[in-house]
């Protein structure tokens, strides 16, 4: 990066994740309560691969650079912001983060304690937020109660059953191998369910006696959220926070033509749920997109700091299974979108 030019990864269009490429970017003035970033660590969500596959309308249509967490220190500021130059911060942005660099307005940097890692830092923002409000803001949680979390060994739901375990709440998970529910384990994850040998539904409605759960994250969309939807109990709330069982596939082959009947069959077995359904059974079902968040400071303030006291007293730890350089952003995508990781995967910047 020179004074006025820094370095970032984009698509100028839509694929598989070779697509990527390096762009020479130009630096523009800070305006009243920016700062810049000079990025160290840079947080991979499944919205990314989403967005270089064509599918998430936030980003906006190519060329694009996806990331929207990052972790580093402040190099530059508008002379009305407060924090001194160096200070350690992890940042939420609107995109942009694939960088070496990236301008944040005051309002959406957050402070760290000293002992944390920036590689945590960059970890933690999105999944924990998500978490972090479904569970509380929205679904309202209280000891003793129950959870159904999809896709349990992943970011968000590494971080929800961390932050269940400290609620009280007994919880239940599915992923698609034995391997991702021993992973959850250490986490807090009671009961595991592998969705590849096993019918959810039918495993949570036997292990709770026919009663269902009280609350569901569900990350999977399609007929999985109306199968999740009929394992809560009466007076439940499920909070619908992705589709990634139904995301279209990039390319052609039979590969993708096998994926295509999949989601296909999927979308026709979920079909319209009928709002009289949630009035038939006295439950409830929200949607949290955790980018508007970014724009309600005072909330977002608020989980922020509950979020750094929950880590500061080791009621939480990012879990990140792996560090690719930025220059191996395709890497990084393969493997999110391979199904195959666990946790948190980072990008590397500096």
Request: net charge positive.
């Amino acid at each position: 990066m020179s004074e006025r030019t820094f370095r970032r990864m984009i698509f100028r269009r839509y694929g598989p994740p070779g697509v990527f490429e390096w762009d020479d970017a130009q630096l523009r003035p800070l305006a009243s309560g920016e700062v810049l970033l000079g990025v160290r660590f840079i947080g991979v969500n499944y919205a990314d691969i989403i967005a270089r596959r064509g599918y998430y309308n936030w980003i906006g249509r190519p060329p694009a650079c996806p990331g929207f967490e990052v972790s580093g220190e402040i190099i530059d500021k508008a002379s009305d912001v407060e924090l001194p130059l160096g200070t350690r911060v992890a940042a939420v942005t609107r995109f942009g983060g694939y960088s070496e660099a990236v301008i944040v307005h005051a309002d959406r940097l957050i402070r760290i304690p000293d002992a944390m890692p920036l590689e945590h830092a960059a970890a933690l923002p999105a999944v924990y937020i998500t978490a972090y409000h479904s569970l509380v803001n929205v679904m309202r949680v209280r000891a003793g109660e129950s959870i159904l979390i999809q896709a349990v060994a992943g970011g968000v739901g590494t971080a929800a059953l961390q932050l269940a375990r400290h609620f009280g709440l007994t919880t239940f998970g599915t992923a698609s191998s034995e391997a991702k529910l021993d992973f959850a384990r250490q986490f807090g994850l009671d009961h595991g369910i592998n969705y590849a040998t096993h019918d959810f539904e039918a495993e949570v409605m036997r292990l709770t006696g026919g009663r269902g759960v009280q609350f569901v994250l569900d990350s999977l969309g399609g007929y999985g959220l109306r199968k999740g939807v009929r394992c809560l109990a009466r007076g439940g709330h499920c909070v619908t926070i992705g589709a990634a069982a139904v995301v279209p596939p990039t390319g052609f082959g039979m590969r993708a033509a096998r994926e295509w009947a999949r989601i296909i069959t999927d979308l026709v077995r979920g079909g319209v749920y009928h709002p009289f359904k949630l009035i038939e059974h006295n439950v409830g079902i929200s949607g949290v997109q955790v980018l508007l968040l970014w724009d309600e400071a005072d909330r977002l303030r608020s989980i922020i700091t509950a979020l750094m006291r929950l880590y500061e007293e080791g009621a939480i730890r990012p879990a990140i299974s792996a560090v690719f350089p930025l220059t191996e952003v395709a890497r990084a995508h393969a493997l999110v979108e391979s199904r195959a990781s666990t946790g948190k995967v980072l990008l590397r910047a500096a």
